[in-house]
T-cell receptor, first 111, second 111 residues
Framework: DAGITQSPRYKITETGRQVTLMCHQT?????MFWYRQDLGHGLRLIYY???????DKGEVPDGYVVSRSKTENFPLTLESATRSQTSVYFC??????????FGEGSRLTVL | KNQVEQSPQSLIILEGKNCTLQ??????????LRWYKQDTGRGPVSLTI?????NTKSNGRYTATLDADTKQSSLHITASQLSDSASYIC??????????FGAGTTVTVRA
């Protein structure tokens, strides 16, 4: 089915471990984004990508790494997870009109 | 300070009643304003998108208004249904992918 999918939907990990959240879109949209959503805050941009092999930092990039070797995939890696990275993470892609399409989210708990 | 402020933070309404959500922004320059609906545990879904020249846009029982002079927008829900229970997020675009998110208004519709 066409759309944007994230995996895993739920993840529990321990402080210091590496975690990778996956994001896949089937539309071939150029722009892709990673946001985190925390209570009391709006969605905050972690990283974005304008095309394959082009990525840039957003508002809250510290502790995260991204890559984009293929247009359809945009994984987000937490190199050494911290409790402050407990959050719900949303991947999104943007159509040419500017409309944003979100995945269903990945809920991450760092113990 | 968040450049997009939404009010109220939450509200409860009876099924069949109307309600209006507010969004004030200070984002500049302004490209467009979007309203998203986010059901619990799901990703946000686009309701409306308005450019500078548009004053109102409807999507079924949802009507968004925009006053670019006062930098205010509202989302009106007519004849609310239980399925309208969700968080509603106001998003302002400066240009292209540069988006500012409000913290959202949580709407609870009671039977």
């Amino acid at each position: 089915d066409a759309g944007i999918t994230q995996s895993p939907r739920y993840k529990i990990t321990e402080t210091g471990r590496q975690v990778t959240l996956m994001c896949h879109q089937t539309w071939s949209h150029s722009y892709m984004f990673w946001y985190r959503q925390d209570l009391g805050h709006g969605l905050r941009l972690i990283y974005y990508s304008a095309a394959a092999d082009i990525t840039d930092k957003g508002e809250v990039p510290d502790g995260y790494v991204v890559s984009r070797s293929k247009t359809e995939n945009f994984p987000l890696t937490l190199e050494s997870a911290t409790r402050s990275q407990t959050s719900v993470y949303f991947c999104a892609s943007m159509r040419g009109t500017g409309e944003l399409f979100f995945g269903e989210g990945s809920r991450l708990t760092v113990l | 300070k968040n450049q997009v402020e939404q009010s109220p933070q939450s509200l409860i309404i009876l099924e069949g009643k109307n309600c209006t959500l507010q969004c004030n922004y200070t984002v500049s320059p302004f490209s467009n304003l979007r309203w998203y609906k986010q059901d619990t545990g799901r990703g946000p879904v686009s309701l409306t998108i308005m450019t500078f020249s548009e004053n109102t846009k409807s999507n079924g029982r949802y009507t968004a208004t925009l006053d670019a002079d006062t930098k205010q927008s509202s989302l009106h829900i007519t004849a609310s249904q239980l399925s309208d229970s969700a968080s509603y997020i106001c998003v302002v675009s400066r240009e292209g992918y540069k988006l500012s998110f409000g913290a959202g208004t949580t709407v609870t519709v009671r039977a």
